[in-house]
């Protein structure tokens, strides 16, 4: 027969908590002195009780003259309550730094395991999920944990051994008092399942809303110039407001079932404190009890197990915040890649002499075929250029190229063998490449350049910026190379950032350079300076050119022509305008523009 009834762990702590309880397992030797020290402090914490009550049973039998008293006793009991608390200092404080480096180190493994796992992730996790949702897991919720490793756990081990210690104490004393004061206990653990099963859902709901507030508040802050050229404050104010109310509703909800939950606990406290005053008190004055200074000893040991209820209460409501942490945590975690080397992968451990795309055919999730049977190959010395209408294609062609993504349908071969088969680290160590939008990290323009290349000296750096067009304005900058570029390189202008990540992809030296739009925010005069200095540098490696301005791939051995994501077309320049296509049709139109211009600027 079940005198408790039955309660599920994992309504308290979470299994996702549970879990994350592996980060600490490194630390299992401070975890195992900290406690042990905390239990030391617990029992020195709790002895002066007993010691008043010796006084209590001193004073009353000198008071009666039962037995006389010598006054020195009185001091070595105020010694003894002295060394008490000097060692309760002492354990006390020598946990405290156990446990809490424990939990900085905790936090620091699970925030470093996160991000390195993010690393891993397809292109097609962060494309499809809020940058600000992902950001508050790596910081708010891991935080979040670190208060439930360094305060959580902490509370919970002193209120575990102060309520074994108190009850140890109170049973020595007299058993039946202590039965007494833990009659009501199984109501205790009806009243912690009802509030774990009530506010659970509220706090997984809550760090939910955290997440897409915070979404929505670094779109916002990021396109804050937009915002105000729209006069979209009203609006945009707005949304934010909803979005708000969202977490505001769900977190006054939660308090709500834990200002249910409290008066619980603290009438199951009333409860056992009203059998031990009225059962004890009656005991003791019959004669049947402990003595005076035992009982008086006893309620000073029962008082100290109201905090613990009070602390318990607070516990749950914080554990319950940190399971909803975990659960995001864990979520991520679990997530893994598609795109993932085989375990039989070939080192590229040479520069590749030939790539080729195989009749490739790839549909993003949920979308019509983006592109279909395309076929075309890459030699040193090469360059494939790749135009046509917004839509058409072109980028996905690059996202295959670097591995983002896996074709549905073909091959892509390097030197032969299918690019799936090949180590991806050792892959993409052999490309160099420059996106349309231009991502600059925070820090000095020198530390941009240098992240392909960490260990590249200052004339290479300088080198690579000269032929991308970009050592002239760097040097014309405050503080040179060593300027700091802020936020995503706010602080240049777009041509600047696309010529330093350029330079970064030219720093590389690698065997394959993909250009998507790659001076698509420069002048025509810079970029014909660009295409001159990279001239000499593309006669060594493969290159694939893709632009909108027909002018960057001019110069390709091959211009490929995608339209509806189909090759329609391909050859040179000259050959391409020959046939009269769709080609020669986006050349017309864009020199009749700049003769156009040029007519204009006359004026």
């Not at 060394?83 to 354990?91: H, P, R, V």
């Not at 706010?490 to 600047?496: C, D, M, P, Y």
Request: some cysteine.
């Amino acid at each position: 027969m079940r005198l408790l009834p039955h309660f599920d762990p994992s309504l308290l702590f979470g299994k996702h908590l549970w879990r994350i309880f592996a980060f600490a397992r490194p630390y299992r030797q401070r975890i195992t002195l900290g406690l042990v020290f905390n239990a030391f402090a617990r029992f020195f914490d709790l002895l002066p009780l007993v010691i008043v009550g010796r006084v209590v049973d001193a004073v009353n039998a000198s008071a009666s003259g039962s037995r006389a008293i010598d006054p020195w006793e009185f001091l070595l009991y105020g010694g003894l309550v002295l060394g008490t608390f000097l060692c309760l200092a002492l354990f006390q404080s020598s946990s405290d730094y156990l446990l809490d480096s424990m939990a900085q180190k905790v936090r620091h493994d699970l925030r470093t395991t996160l991000y390195e796992h993010l690393q891993t992730l397809d292109i097609a996790y962060f494309e499809e999920r809020q940058t600000g949702d992902i950001l508050a897991v790596v910081s708010n919720d891991v935080d979040n944990l670190e208060r439930f490793f360094s305060d959580v756990t902490t509370s919970m081990v002193r209120l575990v051994i102060t309520f074994v210690g108190t009850f140890g104490f109170l049973f020595y004393l007299d058993w039946r008092l202590a039965l007494l004061l833990m009659a009501p206990l199984p109501f205790a653990f009806l009243a912690v399942r009802f509030f774990a099963t009530r506010v659970s859902p509220q706090y997984r709901a809550a760090r939910q809303a955290v997440g897409s507030i915070n979404s929505m508040l670094e779109n916002n802050i990021q396109g804050m110039g937009v915002i105000q050229a729209y006069t979209a404050e009203a609006h945009q104010a707005e949304r934010i407001r909803e979005e708000s109310a969202v977490y505001r509703d769900v977190t006054v909800r939660a308090a709500f079932e834990r200002a249910r939950f409290v008066p619980l606990l603290y009438t199951i406290a009333g409860i056992a404190f009203a059998l031990l005053i009225a059962g004890g008190g009656y005991l003791t004055f019959a004669g049947l009890g402990p003595s005076i200074g035992d009982y008086a000893s006893f309620i000073l040991l029962a008082m100290r197990l109201v905090l613990p209820l009070f602390v318990f209460g607070m516990l749950i409501n914080q554990i319950q915040q940190s399971e909803a942490s975990a659960r995001r945590i864990r979520e991520i975690l679990a997530v893994q890649p598609s795109i993932r080397d085989e375990p039989d992968a070939i080192v590229l451990t040479k520069p590749p002499q030939r790539i080729e795309f195989d009749k490739v055919s790839f549909t993003y999730p949920g979308r019509d075929r983006t592109i279909t049977n395309i076929s075309f190959a890459m030699a040193p010395g090469q360059m494939i250029g790749v135009v046509g209408p917004t839509g058409a294609g072109k980028s996905t062609l690059v996202k295959l190229l670097l591995r983002y993504y896996q074709p549905g349908s073909g091959e892509i071969l390097v030197d032969g063998a299918p690019v799936h088969r090949i180590d991806m680290e050792s892959y993409r160590r052999q490309v160099g490449y420059v996106s349309q939008d231009a991502f600059l990290f925070f820090g000095t323009v020198a530390e941009n350049i240098a992240l392909g290349a960490p260990e590249a000296s200052r004339e290479a750096i300088e080198e690579a910026a000269s032929i991308a067009g970009a050592h002239e304005f760097i040097t014309s900058l405050p503080q040179g190379y060593e300027t700091p570029v802020g936020e995503r390189g706010l602080k240049l202008s777009g041509g600047q950032r696309q010529r330093i990540s350029l330079a970064r992809a030219v720093l590389r030296d690698p065997p394959l350079l993909v250009l998507d739009e790659a001076t698509s925010a420069v002048d025509t005069r810079t970029e014909a300076l660009i295409q001159e200095n990279l001239r000499t540098f593309r006669n060594r490696r493969m290159t694939l050119a893709v632009a909108h301005r027909l002018s960057t791939v001019r110069a390709s051995d091959t211009i490929l022509v995608l339209v509806d994501g189909v090759v329609v077309e391909h050859g040179t320049h000259e050959s391409l305008v020959a046939q009269n296509g769709a080609y020669a049709n986006l050349w017309a139109v864009q020199s009749g523009e700049a003769t156009q211009n040029n007519g204009t600027g006359g004026h």
